[in-house]
């Protein structure tokens, strides 16, 4: 069982950074793939990025947004820089089991957090 917990949310101006953070508990935390996702008001959850022996992207945070980890600190982190209007949206951390895969879909994920909410304001 793994328990993610999201912070780092906020209120931010267009083309501003925001750094969010999931802290997860267990002591396998280094093999797991983690995720990140959002949610905008009416929209479907959809991928943001991901790592696991490598990081990979939703095109339309590539080269802004970077995912990074520290296993030491059993943390999975989101740098968001020049953020967009269309970047707001409540940002969950998943985890899954495993490395090696690419997990770009919900059902990929059985772990969750509760979520972050990122307003970027035009």
């Known amino acids: 069982q793994v328990q993610l917990v999201e912070s780092g949310g906020g209120l931010v101006q267009a083309g501003g950074s925001l750094r969010l953070s999931c802290a997860a508990s267990?002591?396998?935390?280094?093999?797991?793939?983690m995720g990140w996702f959002r949610q905008a008001p009416g929209k479907e959850r959809e991928f943001v990025a991901g790592?696991?022996?490598?990081?990979y992207y939703a095109d339309s945070v590539k080269g802004r947004f970077t995912i990074s980890r520290d296993s030491a600190e059993n943390s999975v982190y989101l740098q968001m820089n020049s953020l967009k209007p269309e970047d707001t949206a409540v940002y969950y951390c998943?985890?899954?089991?495993?490395?090696?895969?690419?997990?770009?879909?919900?059902?990929?994920?059985?772990?969750w957090g509760q979520g972050t909410q990122v307003t970027v304001s035009s």
């Open positions: 998943a985890a899954r089991l495993g490395l090696g895969y690419a997990a770009r879909y919900i059902y990929e994920y059985a772990y």
């Open positions: 267990g002591r396998t935390f280094s093999s797991y793939t």
């Open positions: 790592i696991s022996r490598g990081t």
